[in-house]
């Protein structure tokens, strides 16, 4: 079952603009990740925030976890051309599997 | 270097046809995953392995089986290809919560 629902479905920004992409979630959770996937490739792991944290940052990304809201954010600060990509949130409730949600799709335009 | 590998990239295949998709990593990770996935659509976990002979049916019910004879080792089986099985399959390791992804396998049945 999808757990995690990505927003916007798609961004199209310029170079060296900011892109936030919203994800949002049904139950309760240990840990919510954020994954970046190329055009098919595989995943690559970005940042993981633990259910107690707020915020956390990680050199161009900035992410918030609301649990009252089941609802988090990834900001990417000065986009570039190698962030156009795949942008997925995934939850664990604790039992290191993790839930997709369908994704935003990035395009950085130069 | 220590990574994941998927074999082959690509497939295209009959109806009917007995194919196996291979997964190897080099990381030493005791948790395997594999995930389906259909173009700009989420990540469905279908079998996963949290270690040597054990292995475990995901969230989506999948004809597929796999098995885990080596911990480097995770390749999963379709005995009866069928169209509806056309998709991309990603392998991954688990350590603690991070997930690490092979490059996938394009299946396409004709």
């Known amino acids: 079952s999808q757990q995690g629902e990505e927003d916007p479905q798609a961004l199209s920004i310029q170079e060296g603009e900011n892109a936030t992409m919203n994800c949002s979630y049904k139950?309760?959770?240990?840990?919510l990740q954020w994954y970046r996937q190329n055009s098919g490739r595989g995943l690559v792991h970005l940042i993981l925030i633990r259910s107690n944290e707020r915020e956390k940052h990680s050199g161009r990304l900035r992410v918030t976890l609301d649990t009252s809201k089941k609802s988090s954010s990834l900001l990417i600060t000065a986009s570039r051309a190698a962030d156009t990509a795949s942008y997925f949130c995934a939850t664990d409730k604790g039992d290191y599997k993790l839930s997709f949600g369908a994704g935003t799709t990035v395009t950085v335009r130069a | 270097e220590a990574d994941i590998y998927q074999t082959p990239r690509y497939l295209v295949i009959g109806t009917g046809k007995k194919i196996t998709l291979e997964c190897s990593q080099t990381m030493g990770h005791d948790k395997m995953y594999w995930y389906q996935q259909d173009p700009g659509m989420e990540l469905h976990l279908i079998h996963y392995?949290?270690?040597?002979?054990?292995?475990e049916k995901g969230d989506l019910s999948s004809e597929s089986t796999v098995s885990r004879i080596r911990t480097e080792h995770f390749p999963l089986t379709l005995e009866s290809a069928r169209p509806s099985h056309t998709s991309q399959y990603l392998c991954?390791?688990?350590?603690?919560?991070?997930?690490?992804f092979g490059p996938g396998t394009r299946l396409t049945v004709l």
């Open positions: 991954a390791t688990g350590l603690y919560n991070e997930q690490f």
């Open positions: 139950t309760s959770i240990n840990n």
């Open positions: 392995s949290y270690g040597v002979n054990s292995t």
